[in-house]
């Protein structure tokens, strides 16, 4: 590999770099980021996504990845935070989605060209209306 050398030879130097961060995390009472991790590894979040591609590094950065991702989660239910920041880190890092239920009645009413006085519009329709009270 061409250019500046690994900041980490072991996947034990790595680990405890990890460890660290969640550490100070802890005492300071901040919450767990990728970029933060990223950061206080000493490289960007691509290089970071870089050493996670890596066979000999990958379980050491999913893992702490997870455990940021489980961060979220935990302050999303205990309502720590902007819960719309938090959808959207969880939406656009994790693959997190809203999933939208319709429920689709198929009562469909007769349509008629012909016109139709008041007295008859108001029979059908009424007439109708007990049906559908009877099958609920």
Not at 40 to 48: E, F, I, K, V, Y
Not at 62 to 69: D, G, M, S, V, Y
Request: with cysteine; proline share 2%; net charge negative.
């Amino acid at each position: 590999m061409a250019g500046r050398p690994r900041r980490y030879r072991t996947v034990h130097e790595l680990e405890a770099a990890i460890q660290a961060y969640f550490q100070q995390c802890d005492a300071e009472e901040r919450p767990y980021t990728v970029t933060g991790l990223a950061l206080a590894l000493g490289m960007s979040r691509s290089q970071l996504l870089e050493y996670q591609g890596r066979r000999q590094f990958q379980y050491a950065v999913e893992h702490a990845k997870r455990l940021i991702e489980c961060s979220y989660e935990e302050r999303l239910i205990a309502n720590k935070g902007s819960a719309h920041g938090l959808m959207f880190v969880m939406k656009n890092n994790y693959g997190y989605q809203e999933r939208i239920e319709q429920e689709i009645n198929s009562n469909i009413r007769q349509i008629t060209d012909r016109p139709m006085d008041t007295d008859a519009w108001l029979s059908q329709y009424s007439q109708s209306d007990q049906q559908d009270d009877s099958v609920h």
